[in-house]
C-alpha cells in the first residue's frame, strides 16, 4: 500500500490514490456504480466467511491433535532404535540416547511455537498441549532410563564411592630385614 | 545435508581413535632412544691384560668384579665385545694366548675357556676337576711348548693341569700328595722346561715342587720348616726366590729355591726400616727384585740384592698402587707406580733393576671425586723416534676405569654405575628466567633450517638424509636434558649409590652425569660402606627456596654392629651439606610419615640394642614425634631363625648419657614360624610413598567391594628348610611354599595360603591391595605366578546412595588397626614361562591409571604384563558384563606379547633392580632398571590418555581447521546468494 505524492506548485497540492479499493469496502463518498447494491454483496460475503472459519479453526484443531500426537510414533521409533543399540556404553548407543534426551527437552521448550499455527480464539490447544508435553515427557524418561540402563546416571553406591580416598590409618609401622 | 557432510569426518576421527587404543605398547623403530637410554658398563676392573699387535685395533682385555670379560678399544674406551658370566662363574684369571685367544679361569678355577679376540666368540671350554677346592692360579708362560702346542698351565682344585691353548685339551695333570699343602705360587722360569709350585703347609711350613713342564713328571719336592710360621702371602721377586712375612708380620723371609735347595734368610723388619711400627703386609706385585710391603699406611719399596740381602729403596706416604712388570726388551722389565697427592696423581714408570732412573714421571690433575687410585695396569708402544712411551690403565676408588697417555686423561669410564645398590629420584629445579631458549638453539639460522627440515618431513618431502638428520635432530633435542623441572614432569634427577660409596646424580633425559660425589673419609671412619639412600628433604609446599637433599646411611666396617655414618647431600649441587658420625650402629631405618616445617622428614634409626634415635635431632622433629609417639611401632624380621618380631616405644632411653632422642622399645608381638617346616624367604611391604586413588572397586554389576588398604601390611613367604636349595634339588612332596599376609602393627595374620610342591625363590611386589609373587612349581615343571586380592567386608554394607551422597558416612575418616579387620581374599594362579631376576610395578602420580607388573625376566629384559592378567576375578567364561568390566577369559598361562618388552631390543645386563616414579603427568610413569647396564624409559600403563603423543600430526589438525573455516565461508557464501535468489524469485 504505497502512496505516491507530489509537490507541483506552490499552491496546489494534488494526489492520486493508487490503493486497490476493489475488495475492501472504500468510503461511502464515493457512489456506487448503477445496478450494484453494496448491502447485498456485504451479507454473503460474511456468511461464506464464518463457514470458511469454522472449517479452518476444525482443520486447526484437528491438526493440533495431530501435532500433539505426533511425538508418539516418534517415541516408538525410539524405542526401537534404543533397542537395536543395546545395553552397552559406545557411540552409538550414546548418540541415540542422547538424541532421545534432547528431542522431547527441545521439543518442550518450543511447545508454544509448536501450536502456533493453530492458534485460534475458537480452537481449544490445551488439550493437543497437554498431550504433546505428556508424550514429550514420555520420550524424556524414556531417555533417562535409557541412560540408566547404560549406568550414566548415578543411582549406585559405586557412583558415589568411586573417588572416596582410601582411609587414612592411626598407627604407623616400619622396619623390615636388618640392613 | 550439513550435518551428514560433518558427520562423515568425525566418524573417521572416531575410528581413527578406536584403532589406536589397541592393548599392545609397542614403539616404533624411528622412537627408540627418544625416550629411553641405555648405557653399557663392566664394572670395576680386576685384571687387564693389553693386546697391542701391530694388525688389528689395540685393545685391552678386561675382567671385572661383576664377572665381565670386556674387549675395550684403547683409543676410546668403547667396548669391542662383552661378556657376562654368571653370578656363581667368578672369574679367578684372564691372559691372552697366541696373541688371538683371549682365556680366562673361571668358577673357582674349574672352567677354562677360550675367546676369539677380535669378535669375542668362545672358541673353546674345558671343565678341569680336582680333589679339593683351591687357590686358582692362571700361567700362559710366552716360550714353553709340547709337540707345537702351546701350553696353559692352570693350577686348580689343588691339582696342576697343562692344557692346550688350540683345543682345550688336557695334556697332563699332576696331583700333590701333601696333606694340607696350600700352594701359594706357580713359577715357570722363562726359557727352561721345569715348573715350580711353592706353597705352606701346615703353618710352618714351606714346600716346593720341581715339576717337568712337558710330561707333569715330579723332579723333586723338598719342604723346610721355619718354626715361627708364615703370612698366606708370597711375593715373587725372581724365578727362584720368593719374599714372606712372619706369622708375626714383623720378620722378612727371603727365601730361595735354587737347585732344589730351600735356603731362608730371615730380616727383621725393624733392621732396614727405622720408624716402623705395627705388622706389615705384602703387597702382591710381580716386579723382578723388588717387592713391596705396607706398614700402617706407608708403602715400602725394598730390594732384594745378592743373596738374600735386603735394602730399603723407597718410603711412599701416599697411597700407591703397584703395576706387574712389563718386559720392554730382552733384559728390561718395566713397572708403574701411581701416587695420590690431594687432587694430582704422581705417575712414575721405572725399570725394575734401575730404581733411581724415571722412564717415565708425570703428575696429572684427578677429579677429587674419584678418590684413590686402586691398580694400575701398563703398557708400552714405541715412538716414532724409538724410545718407549707408556700407557696406564687406572683403576680409582669409585670403580672408574682410566687411560693415561702423554700426562693427560685419553678416556674414562664410570664403571662404578655397574654396582648401584640404591637409587632414589629428586626433582630439577625450577626454571628461572636466566636460562633463555636462545642459549639452547645455536643461532636463528640453525633455528630455522630445524624447522624447515621439519616442515619437509611432515609434508613428506624429505630425502633419507633429511630423514636421518630428522632422526638425529629428535634424539639430541635439547629439551630433553635441559637442567629445569618441566610440565610434565619427565625430567628428574635419579641419584644412584654405588657399591663403591660414590653418589650419582643421572639425568633422566639422555642419563648424562649431572653429579658425582665420593662419600668422605672422617677421621672417626676410614672406610664408610654406603648401605641406602632415603629422601631427607624434598620441598614443595613449604621451604620452597631450600634444595632437596638425600641421606646416605653408611657403615664403618663390614659388621653389622659398626657404628654408622649419616651424610646430608644436596640434590642440586652434589654438595654433602653435613656428615654425622653416630656412636650407634643402624640396623634398620624407617623414614616417618612426618615431616618438620622445612619439609625435613623424620627417620627412626634402630640400633643393634634395639633403641630408636630419632633423626634430625631438633626439638620441632621431638615435638612432632612426641604428639604421635603412641602410634608409632616397628617390626623386625629375624630370617635366620625364623621370626617376625613387633615392638612399640616405651621411654626414652636409660643409659649414662641423657640423650632425649633416644628411646627404647618393647616387644609387642611375634610370629614364630615352625623351624622345622618354614623358613623365611621373602619379605614385601607396599612402596612408602605410593598413591591409591580409591578404596572402592567397582564391578560390572555396580556392585562395590571395598580395598583393604594398609601401610602396615607385610607380605611373608616362607618354604621348607628343604626346598631353600636350588630348583629341583626336592621332590615336590618335600617342598611347600606359605604365603602370609600380616598385619605389622598388630601382629595379626589376615591371610595365609599354602602352596604344595612349590619352591622358592620367591619374587615378590606389593602394591594398594594385592600382592603378585613368583615361585616354581615342582608338579608343573613350570614357574607360576600369584595373585592374592584383600578386600575390606566391614565396609560393604556402605551400600545406601543417599547417605554416601549426603556424606554421612565413615569411609575416609581415620582407622586403627587394633579395631577387628574383616577381611575376604581371593587369590588366583598361572603359569609363567619366565623365570624372573626382580618384580617392580608401575606408579603414577595420583594412582589413577591402571598398572603393569615390570618384570626383569632372566634374559636381563623388562617385560611390562597388565596387572588386568593377574586379576583373581578371571574365569574361563566371563559373562557380558565382565566382559565389559574389562575381564579377561582364564587361560592356565600368562602370555609374553614380543611387543610388551620394554627394553625392546636391548638388554640390560646382569639386571639387578627395576625402580619406577611418578611422573606429574598421571598417565606416565619413569622406569630406571639396573645391573651391569642402566636402561631408563617412560611408560603408559593406559597409554597417554592426558597428553597427545609425540607423533600427533599436528600437521593435519592445522589443515583440517583449514580446511573446515574455509568450508564455512564457502557454504556461507553459497548460502547467501541462493537466499538472494530466492527472495528475487
Known amino acids: ?179 | 545435508m550439513a550435518i551428514r557432510s560433518f558427520f562423515v569426518p568425525f566418524l573417521l576421527l572416531v575410528l581413527w581413535f578406536y584403532s589406536s587404543l589397541s592393548p599392545v605398547l609397542s614403539l616404533y623403530e624411528d622412537q627408540v632412544g627418544l625416550m629411553d637410554w641405555h648405557q653399557q658398563y663392566i664394572g670395576k676392573v680386576k685384571q687387564a691384560v693389553f693386546s697391542t699387535q701391530k694388525t688389528g685395533r689395540r685393545r685391552v682385555i678386561v675382567s671385572t668384579e661383576e664377572n665381565v670379560i670386556a674387549s675395550l678399544d684403547l683409543r676410546h674406551g668403547e667396548i669391542f665385545w662383552r661378556h657376562l658370566l654368571g653370578s656363581n662363574d667368578v672369574i679367578d684369571g684372564i691372559d691372552i694366548g697366541l696373541g688371538k685367544y683371549v682365556i680366562t679361569l673361571s668358577s673357582g678355577g674349574s672352567i677354562l675357556r677360550s675367546w676369539n679376540l677380535p669378535d669375542g666368540q668362545m672358541v673353546w671350554e674345558s671343565f678341569l676337576q680336582g680333589p679339593k677346592h683351591s687357590k686358582s692360579l692362571l700361567l700362559l708362560p710366552t716360550n714353553l711348548k709340547i709337540e707345537k702346542d702351546n701350553v696353559i698351565v692352570v693350577f686348580s682344585n689343588d691339582r696342576l693341569h697343562a692344557v692346550s691353548c688350540i683345543d682345550g685339551e688336557v695334556l697332563w695333570k699332576k696331583d700333590f700328595e701333601t696333606e694340607s699343602f696350600e700352594t701359594q705360587q706357580v713359577i715357570q722360569p722363562p726359557g727352561s722346561d721345569l715348573i715350580y709350585v711353592v706353597g705352606f703347609a701346615a703353618s710352618s711350613q714351606f714346600e716346593m715342587y720341581q715339576i717337568n713342564a712337558r710330561n707333569g713328571e715330579l723332579l723333586k719336592h723338598e719342604s723346610a720348616i721355619f718354626s715361627s710360621g708364615f703370612l698366606r702371602e708370597l711375593s715373587l721377586v725372581s724365578s727362584e726366590t720368593v719374599v714372606a712375612l712372619d706369622s708375626t708380620g714383623s720378620i722378612l723371609l727371603t727365601i730361595s729355591f735354587q737347585n732344589g735347595e730351600i735356603s731362608f734368610q730371615q730380616t727383621p723388619i725393624s733392621n732396614i726400616v727405622e720408624d716402623s711400627s705395627g705388622p706389615a703386609v705384602i703387597i702382591p706385585s710381580s716386579v723382578p727384585g723388588i717387592f713391596a710391603i705396607k706398614i700402617n699406611s706407608v708403602t715400602i719399596f725394598i730390594r732384594v740384592i745378592g743373596k738374600g740381602k735386603l735394602e730399603v729403596v723407597e718410603k711412599l706416604n701416599q697411597e700407591t698402587a703397584v703395576s706387574n712388570a712389563l718386559p720392554i726388551s730382552e733384559s728390561q722389565q718395566a713397572f708403574a707406580l701411581v701416587q695420590h697427592a690431594g687432587s694430582e696423581i704422581h705417575l712414575v714408570a721405572k725399570l725394575a733393576h734401575d730404581w733411581d732412573a724415571n722412564l717415565l714421571k708425570e703428575s696429572i690433575k684427578m677429579d677429587q671425586q674419584r678418590g684413590i687410585p686402586h691398580k694400575v695396569f701398563i703398557n708400552n708402544y714405541i715412538r716414532t723416534d724409538r724410545s718407549h712411551g707408556f700407557r696406564l690403565l687406572i683403576v680409582m676408588e669409585d670403580h672408574s676405569l682410566l687411560l693415561l697417555q702423554q700426562g693427560a686423561i685419553v678416556w674414562s669410564r664410570e664403571d662404578g654405575l655397574a654396582s648401584i645398590i640404591d637409587v632414589t629420584a629428586s626433582e630439577l629445579p625450577v626454571e628461572r628466567d636466566g636460562v633463555s631458549v636462545a642459549k639452547v638453539e645455536h643461532n636463528l639460522f640453525e633455528w630455522l633450517k630445524g624447522h624447515m627440515l621439519k616442515l619437509k618431513g611432515t609434508l613428506m618431502l624429505a630425502s633419507p638424509e633429511d630423514v636421518a638428520a630428522i632422526q638425529s635432530m629428535r634424539l639430541k633435542s635439547s629439551e630433553k636434558s635441559k637442567m629445569a623441572r618441566d610440565h610434565n614432569g619427565f625430567r628428574k634427577l635419579l641419584i644412584v649409590l654405588t657399591r663403591a660409596g660414590k653418589l650419582f646424580a643421572l639425568h633422566t633425559g639422555d642419563g648424562h652425569i649431572v653429579w658425582s660425589h665420593l662419600l668422605h673419609k672422617s677421621e672417626a671412619c676410614q672406610s664408610p660402606v654406603g648401605l641406602n639412600l632415603y629422601q631427607w628433604q624434598v620441598p614443595h609446599h613449604h621451604a620452597l627456596d631450600e634444595n632437596p637433599s638425600v641421606l646416605v646411611i653408611s657403615r664403618c666396617g663390614p659388621s653389622s654392629d659398626a657404628p654408622g655414618v649419616l651424610s646430608f647431600v644436596d640434590t642440586y649441587t652434589g654438595k654433602e651439606l653435613n656428615s654425622l658420625s653416630l656412636d650407634h650402629a643402624v640396623v634398620q631405618v624407617i623414614p616417618l610419615p612426618h615431616t618438620d616445617s622445612t619439609e625435613q622428614r623424620l627417620h627412626l634409626l634402630i640400633d643393634s640394642d634395639k633403641h630408636a634415635h630419632l633423626y634430625p635431632k631438633t626439638s620441632e622433629a621431638l615435638g612432632i614425634f612426641k604428639r604421635e609417639f603412641s602410634n608409632i611401632y616397628w617390626y623386625s624380621v629375624e630370617d635366620h631363625n625364623s621370626i617376625i618380631k613387633g615392638h612399640a616405644l616405651k621411654c626414652k632411653c636409660t643409659g649414662e648419657v641423657a640423650d632425649e632422642f633416644c628411646f627404647d622399645a618393647r616387644d609387642l608381638w611375634s610370629v614364630v614360624f615352625p623351624s622345622e617346616s618354614e623358613k623365611i624367604t621373602a619379605t614385601v611391604t607396599r612402596k612408602l610413598n605410593e598413591m591409591v586413588h580409591t578404596q572402592a572397586k567397582v564391578m560390572a554389576d555396580q556392585d562395590v567391594m571395598y580395598k583393604y588398604i594398609s601401610r602396615n601390611l607385610l607380605f611373608v613367604a616362607t618354604v621348607a628348610p628343604k626346598g631353600s636349595g636350588e630348583i629341583g634339588s626336592v621332590t615336590p612332596e618335600e617342598s611347600w611354599l606359605v604365603a602370609y599376609l600380616i598385619d605389622i602393627v598388630t601382629g595379626r595374620i589376615l591371610y595365609r595360603v599354602t602352596h604344595h610342591g612349590a619352591q622358592g625363590p620367591v619374587h615378590a611386589v606389593f602394591s594398594e591391595n594385592w600382592v603378585v609373587y613368583h615361585f616354581f612349581n615342582l608338579r608343573a615343571h613350570r614357574y607360576e605366578m600369584s595373585v592374592i586380592e584383600i578386600y575390606d567386608q566391614s565396609r560393604a554394607d556402605n551400600k545406601d546412595v543417599w547417605k554416601l551422597v549426603l556424606g554421612k558416612h565413615n569411609l575416609t575418616s581415620r582407622i586403627s588397626l587394633f579395631s577387628r579387620p574383616e577381611v575376604i581374599t581371593k587369590s588366583q594362579s598361572y603359569f609363567f614361562t619366565h623365570s624372573v631376576k626382580a618384580i617392580a610395578v608401575t606408579s603414577t602420580a595420583k594412582g589413577i591409571t591402571s598398572k603393569q607388573l615390570l618384570i626383569g625376566t632372566i634374559g636381563d629384559q623388562v617385560l611390562a604384563l597388565d596387572k588386568r592378567f593377574l586379576d583373581p576375578r578371571r574365569s574361563v567364561n566371563p559373562t557380558q558384563a565382565e566382559k565389559e568390566e574389562g575381564i579377561i577369559p582364564l587361560t592356565d598361562s600368562l602370555p609374553i606379547i614380543p611387543q610388551s618388552y620394554v627394553t625392546h631390543a636391548l638388554r640390560v645386563e646382569g639386571l639387578r633392580g627395576i625402580i619406577t616414579v611418578p611422573a606429574k603427568l598421571e598417565s606416565t610413569t619413569l622406569v630406571f632398571a639396573h645391573g651391569v647396564d642402566l636402561f631408563f624409559t617412560q611408560l603408559a600403563p593406559s597409554r597417554t590418555y592426558d597428553s597427545l603423543t609425540e607423533d600427533f600430526s599436528y600437521a593435519l589438525l592445522l589443515i583440517t581447521i583449514v580446511a573446515l573455516v574455509a568450508a564455512i565461508f564457502v557454504t556461507w557464501r553459497l548460502s547467501e546468494r541462493k537466499e538472494l535468489q530466492d527472495k528475487w524469485r
Do not use: C
Open chain 1, 1 to 179: 500500500m504505497e502512496k505516491g505524492k507530489g509537490v507541483m506548485g506552490s499552491g496546489q497540492r494534488w494526489a492520486v490514490d493508487f490503493s486497490d479499493n476493489s475488495t475492501a469496502p472504500s468510503s461511502r463518498d464515493i457512489l456506487d456504480p448503477l445496478g450494484f447494491t453494496r448491502a447485498s454483496v456485504d451479507q454473503d460475503d460474511s456468511t461464506v466467511s464464518r463457514q470458511k472459519k469454522d472449517a479452518e479453526s476444525n482443520w486447526k484443531a484437528q491438526k493440533a491433535w495431530e501435532v500433539a500426537q505426533a511425538p508418539f510414533k516418534n517415541l516408538l521409533m525410539m524405542g526401537f532404535m534404543m533397542w537395536m543399540a543395546g545395553n552397552t556404553v559406545h557411540l552409538f548407543s550414546i548418540g541415540i540416547t542422547f538424541s532421545a534426551l534432547w528431542q522431547p527437552i527441545s521439543a518442550l521448550q518450543g511447545v508454544g511455537k509448536v501450536f502456533e499455527p493453530y492458534k485460534d480464539s475458537k480452537v481449544e490447544l490445551l488439550g493437543p498441549k497437554l498431550l504433546f508435553i505428556a508424550l514429550n515427557l514420555g520420550g524424556l524418561a524414556l531417555g533417562v532410563w535409557k541412560l540408566n540402563t547404560l549406568g550414566l546416571l548415578p543411582t549406585h553406591a559405586s557412583d558415589w564411592v568411586s573417588s572416596l580416598p582410601p582411609a587414612q590409618e592411626v598407627e604407623y609401622s616400619g622396619g623390615g630385614i636388618p640392613i
